[in-house]
């Protein structure tokens, strides 16, 4: 006999069970969360955006393969758009957006842009999974980018010292002493510290920088923000509040944060009790980026338990990317080795100009050309990420050729891309650590190709106004580490390692592989830095 149960009745018959039992089960569980992911990736497919899309390898691909090959190949993704759409917008998808990719002939465009208009910080705050790791702070206000901007960037000459400083108290504190044995180390777990010390020096001022509960907290409130991100992002948007509720690195953040309140909020009272009532205040307590957030902040924006949470996310970016860079760089030096005296010599000869190392201002540094062109090529080869110029539209924009980009659209550029096209970087493939000293040599270009400082296809670092505000900061802090390091020990890879090590990738971020160990030896007193 046929069956004459229409579709209508199964479903009739189905839903009292489904709600009175289906809902225990994992696999109706399982199989909800799997048919709402199918049905997001359908709606995104066919409702999206209309620009040549990479990283699929059909049109219908369920956008859980096409993300999970972008976690795993984004490189290779944004250098196939690159090279096919050099002057075109293309797309790619991640679980959390589609994002549009402009190529470098709009960065003027981007650049001129309001923030009101096209928003750098809900694009940041988006890349961040700002509402699972606690960094969606930033978006009620641009107290952090004003007080880098006008405080910390100003005073970097008199910030010089204090640093140097708790170089030196580092190095003392972590590093071997012996002349005779090489020891092992993990840089990156070495210069992690490093750059915790430094930056909290500067961002808190003594004593509460050599705090260990403070540490604590700017290193791993960072390391538990980048593993939460780097899990979300193979995730819909709409997903993250619920996951972020099982992940360890979620949970974990928002205790660093809380106890990062614990410690600073009796301390920004203190300081504000002791301005009113008229007593001498140390200059430990006013020049420090605290200080500074405290000074210029609205009414509104000076509310302690915000300013603590702030500071904790400021030490993110500032330990991140100076910590990155400087461990790519002493990776690079032990793969290129024969670069290492050529850079010592210039030391040597700041030394013989400048007299010993802490009598050194911030002048002196930017001597160190030699230095800065071997960092500045160590960061193009192992970038921080693959993309930048990041922007949501706030508002529907029109670009100079008629363009328009939509309200809610994510934009980036292929920075990785586009700074080693061959038109823009010769021999991309070859590292030449001292290929932007050389361009520095040309008439006219003395000031130009520096770490810090931004072209139209070179962003690493942002263009225009709202390029990187610490980036001076942050090449200063790892050029005060190099050089204690470089001319105290002597590095190399460990028997059996005969390259570089290898860099880890996840998304479009690249990170220096943290479980790498090398031997360091202490170089004798006659070959180190005069410190005094």
């Keep these: 006999m046929a069956n004459t149960t229409s579709p209508l009745d199964t479903i009739n018959e189905a839903l009292p069970l489904f709600f009175s039992e289906g809902l225990t089960s994992p696999w109706v569980l399982a199989s909800l969360v799997g048919g709402a992911y199918i049905l997001f990736s359908a709606v995104s497919q066919i409702f999206g955006y209309k620009y040549p899309l ?34 075109k917008i293309f797309q790619f998808r991640r ?8 190529p470098y002939k709009y960065v003027e465009d981007i650049r001129r842009l309001p923030n009101s208009v096209a928003s750098p910080t809900v694009a940041h705050v988006h890349n961040l999974m700002g509402s699972s790791t606690n960094m969606h702070i930033i978006l009620r206000n641009n107290l952090h980018f004003r007080t880098l901007q006008l405080k910390l960037t100003p005073n970097l000459n008199s910030l010089t010292r204090p640093m140097q400083e708790e170089v030196n108290f580092a190095v003392e504190k972590e590093l071997a002493n012996s002349e005779d044995e090489w020891v092992t180390m993990k840089p990156y777990h070495t210069i992690l510290d490093f750059v915790a010390r430094v930056s909290a020096r500067i961002f808190l001022g003594k004593p ?16 538990n923000v980048f593993v939460s991100l780097v899990f979300l992002r193979l995730l819909p948007m709409w997903t993250h509040g619920f996951v972020a509720w099982f992940m360890p690195s979620s ?82 030096i032990l793969a290129h080795p024969e670069y290492l005296e050529p850079i010592r010599d210039e030391i040597r000869a700041v030394v013989a100009e400048a007299g010993p190392w802490m009598t050194w201002e911030k002048a002196h540094f930017s001597k160190l050309r030699k230095l800065d062109s071997f960092m500045r090529e160590s960061q193009r080869m ?8 990041h922007r949501v539209l706030l508002q529907e924009a029109k670009l100079s050729d008629g363009t328009v980009l939509p309200k809610g659209a994510h934009i980036s550029m292929p920075v990785n891309s586009i700074q080693n096209d061959p038109d823009v970087t010769p021999e991309p493939e070859k590292f030449d650590g001292f290929r932007y000293y050389k361009l520095r040599q040309s008439d006219g270009q003395g000031h130009m190709h520096q770490f810090s400082t931004t072209q139209e296809r070179i962003l690493n670092f942002g263009h225009g106004p709202n390029a990187c505000p610490g980036r001076f900061f942050a090449s200063l802090e790892i050029k005060i580490i190099l050089v204690r390091l470089l001319m105290d020990y002597s590095f190399k890879l460990k028997p059996g390692s005969n390259e570089r090590p290898a860099n880890l990738r996840a998304h479009e971020f690249i990170f220096p592989n943290p479980d790498v160990e090398i031997l360091m030896r202490r170089r004798p007193a006659s070959e180190r830095l005069p410190l005094y």
Aim: hydrophobic share 40%; net charge negative; with cysteine.
């Design 54 to 87: 990479f990283g699929v390898s059909f049109q219908f691909e369920p956008i859980i393969v096409s993300n999970f090959r972008f976690f795993h190949r984004a490189e290779d993704i944004l250098n196939e758009g690159y090279l096919a759409c050099k002057d």
């Design 95 to 102: 679980a959390d957006t589609d994002m549009l990719v402009l």
């Design 208 to 223: 509460l920088c050599r705090d260990p509960e403070w540490l604590e907290v700017s290193t791993q409130f960072t390391e």
């Design 251 to 332: 949970y974990k953040g928002t205790a660093y944060v809380k106890k990062a309140k614990k410690l600073l909020v009796p301390e920004i009272n203190r300081r504000r009790s002791a301005e009113a009532h008229g007593h001498d205040i140390p200059d430990t307590d006013k020049h420090n980026l605290l200080s500074w957030m405290m000074e210029i902040a609205t009414p509104e924006e000076g509310e302690a338990s915000a300013l603590a949470h702030l500071e904790v996310v400021m030490s993110l970016a500032s330990i991140h990317t100076s910590q990155m860079n400087a461990v790519h760089c002493l990776y690079d």
């Design 382 to 389: 192992n970038p921080p990420t693959l993309l930048s110029m």
